[in-house]
């Protein structure tokens, strides 16, 4: 029996016994205590270390229920036979994953950002505090696979009258970010292809390609998808933003809407997924309805989340089925449960039907509002010379520079400037013919007023 000299620090939070513990968890899993050999009786590593008797016995105790120690009848404690697995130290039986290098930028226009100043963080507090006190204790039971019922009737009526959107309770599935629901969409579709526009959202496109689509691009213009282009793609599904289209901000305009929905009219298993993204913000004209509004022959999947408009931590994202796809989702879908606990469903019925969200809405609104005005007055007071677009909604705007400067050099002279700033070729597919003239992505949304006008003056010194 060897003493153990074991180094505690009494300064860290971690008690004296886990320090114990895990000081002998270790030696035993490196193989410097080996089976069979004896350890110190609690009493004698008490004396030795100068801490109490109950630490020891505590630490001993953890041991002992995990299987590292066993203690013999007026013997005591023996380490025990452990696996091989185990004859390597942790740190080399893990391998080491390289830690990609994260640059820092004094501002950054990230396209993802929020306005975290503006969560409800006291209504969102009580209003979970009272879903956990639930007296009937119902919240501790297994829920309905596509979401509780009192949410997704909650979720209908706000669809219908803030977005237009028919459709009842029983068409609408609730899911942990749309990633889930894409996932779960495959396997009511079946596998096929599916076509994007171009430039695309990469989450989506990335989320298709590991489903196993086949993922084609078609190119847009000032009204969206190319509908003359998808034809020739010869795809069964599109997968479309006409509300905001991501990156570009392209609104897609009634007619184009039209034309989409003759599009998949016209083929026996054609369907288009809308993506309602950034809906919620626009700040110039009336809000547009869904296209699934206008689609009377049931062939429009609409998605929808609630990361943009609340927070991305919020993992509430919900579609709604049209009802001829109803059957093949009870065969082949019902069997996933919904990835959304029955807590953050209730929080969130409350949140919908008692009026809280409709009012961080429109705080929401005004917050983004301000950004956007400062971003584009600062662009004109600063004199950048730039034509700006997709302007009118959403928490971004893309610009193009008018003096000739190439994309790839203004990010650079930006990023030199420690400012970040996102190019649009990123969006670009490597694999589209799709040509787009080169410019340049800001969001807004997560920099507040000052950030974004010293921001901009640093741009104006290194583009003009």
Same mark, same amino acid.
């Given at each position: 029996?060897?003493?153990?000299?074991?180094?505690?620090?009494?300064?860290?939070?971690?008690?004296?016994?886990?320090?114990?513990?895990?000081?002998?968890?270790?030696?035993?899993?490196?193989?410097?205590?080996?089976?069979?050999?004896?350890?110190?009786?609690?009493?004698?590593?008490?004396?030795?270390?100068?801490?109490?008797?109950?630490?020891?016995?505590?630490?001993?105790?953890?041991?002992?229920?995990?299987?590292?120690?066993?203690?013999?009848?007026?013997?005591?404690?023996?380490?025990?036979?452990?696996?091989?697995?185990?004859?390597?130290?942790?740190?080399?039986?893990?391998?080491?994953?390289?830690?990609?290098?994260?640059?820092?930028?004094?501002?950054?226009?990230?396209?993802?950002?929020?306005?975290?100043?503006?969560?409800?963080?006291?209504?969102?507090? %009580?209003?979970?505090? !009272?879903?956990?006190? &639930?007296? =009937?204790? *119902?919240?501790?039971?297994?829920?309905? +696979? @596509?979401?509780?019922?009192?949410?997704?009737?909650?979720?209908?009526?706000?669809?219908?009258?803030?977005?237009?959107?028919?459709?009842?309770?029983?068409?609408?599935?609730?899911?942990?970010?749309?990633?889930?629901?894409?996932?779960?969409?495959?396997?009511?579709?079946?596998?096929?292809?599916?076509?994007?526009?171009?430039?695309?959202?990469?989450?989506?496109?990335?989320?298709?390609?590991?489903?196993?689509?086949?993922?084609?691009?078609?190119?847009?213009?000032r009204a969206g998808m190319s509908v003359e282009e998808l034809e020739n793609v010869r795809?069964?599904?599109?997968?479309?933003?006409?509300?905001?289209?991501?990156?570009?901000?392209?609104?897609?305009?009634?007619?184009?809407?039209?034309?989409?929905?003759?599009?998949?009219?016209?083929?026996?298993? %054609?369907?288009?997924? !809308?993506?309602?993204? &950034?809906? =919620?913000? *626009?700040?110039?004209?009336?809000?547009? +309805? @869904?296209?699934?509004?206008?689609?009377?022959?049931?062939?429009?999947?609409?998605?929808?989340?609630?990361?943009?408009?609340?927070?991305?931590?919020?993992?509430?994202?919900?579609?709604?089925?049209?009802?001829?796809?109803?059957?093949?989702?009870?065969?082949?879908?019902?069997?996933?449960?919904?990835?959304?606990?029955?807590?953050?469903?209730?929080?969130?019925?409350?949140?919908?039907?008692?009026?809280?969200?409709?009012?961080?809405?429109?705080?929401?609104?005004?917050?983004?509002?301000?950004?956007?005005?400062?971003?584009?007055?600062?662009?004109?007071?600063?004199?950048?010379?730039?034509?700006?677009?997709?302007?009118?909604?959403?928490?971004?705007?893309?610009?193009?520079?008018?003096?000739?400067?190439?994309?790839?050099?203004?990010?650079?002279?930006?990023?030199?400037?420690?400012?970040?700033?996102?190019?649009?070729?990123?969006?670009?597919?490597?694999?589209?013919?799709?040509?787009?003239?080169?410019?340049?992505?800001?969001?807004?949304?997560?920099?507040?007023?000052?950030?974004i006008e010293r921001a901009v003056e640093l741009l104006a010194r290194v583009w003009t």
């Open positions: 029996m060897n003493e153990l000299t074991i180094p505690l620090y009494a300064h860290k939070k971690m008690p004296l016994y886990e320090q114990i513990y895990r000081y002998i968890c270790r030696e035993i899993k490196e193989g410097h205590m080996r089976a069979g050999e004896k350890l110190p009786s609690s009493r004698a590593l008490a004396i030795y270390l100068q801490v109490s008797r109950s630490t020891v016995d505590l630490a001993y105790s953890q041991l002992l229920s995990e299987g590292y120690i066993q203690s013999v009848p007026c013997k005591g404690y023996f380490v025990c036979e452990i696996e091989s697995l185990y004859d390597l130290p942790m740190d080399k039986a893990r391998p080491r994953i390289q830690k990609q290098e994260k640059e820092n930028y004094r501002y950054d226009f990230a396209l993802s950002g929020i306005a975290e100043e503006g969560f409800p963080f006291n209504t969102w507090h %009580r209003l979970m505090k !009272e879903a956990l006190l &639930d007296t =009937e204790q *119902r919240m501790f039971r297994q829920g309905e +696979p @596509a979401g509780e019922w009192g949410f997704r009737e909650a979720l209908a009526d706000y669809l219908r009258h803030a977005r237009g959107v028919d459709c009842s309770p029983e068409q609408i599935i609730v899911g942990a970010g749309n990633d889930y629901l894409l996932m779960l969409l495959s396997v009511i579709l079946g596998p096929g292809a599916v076509a994007m526009e171009n430039p695309t959202y990469p989450s989506a496109w990335r989320c298709f390609k590991s489903l196993g689509y086949d993922v084609r691009t078609v190119g847009m213009d795809a069964d599904v599109a997968y479309v933003m006409p509300s905001h289209q991501f990156p570009t901000g392209v609104i897609m305009p009634v007619s184009r809407r039209m034309q989409l929905l003759g599009w998949a009219a016209r083929g026996e298993d %054609r369907y288009i997924i !809308e993506d309602d993204y &950034d809906s =919620e913000f *626009r700040y110039k004209g009336k809000p547009i +309805p @869904a296209l699934q509004g206008s689609d009377g022959g049931g062939r429009v999947i609409y998605l929808g989340t609630f990361s943009k408009s609340i927070a991305p931590s919020i993992r509430i994202s919900y579609m709604a089925l049209p009802h001829r796809l109803l059957d093949a989702y009870a065969k082949r879908g019902a069997c996933f449960a919904t990835t959304v606990s029955r807590v953050d469903q209730r929080v969130m019925e409350r949140f919908l039907r008692e009026g809280y969200f409709e009012r961080h809405l429109n705080r929401m609104r005004g917050i983004y509002k301000s950004k956007h005005d400062v971003l584009v007055n600062s662009l004109r007071q600063n004199h950048i010379p730039c034509r700006i677009f997709g302007e009118h909604a959403g928490v971004h705007l893309m610009l193009r520079l008018e003096k000739g400067m190439e994309e790839k050099e203004a990010v650079r002279r930006a990023a030199e400037a420690g400012i970040k700033v996102y190019g649009l070729s990123e969006f670009i597919r490597p694999d589209s013919r799709t040509e787009c003239e080169p410019a340049l992505l800001l969001g807004y949304a997560g920099m507040d007023c000052g950030e």
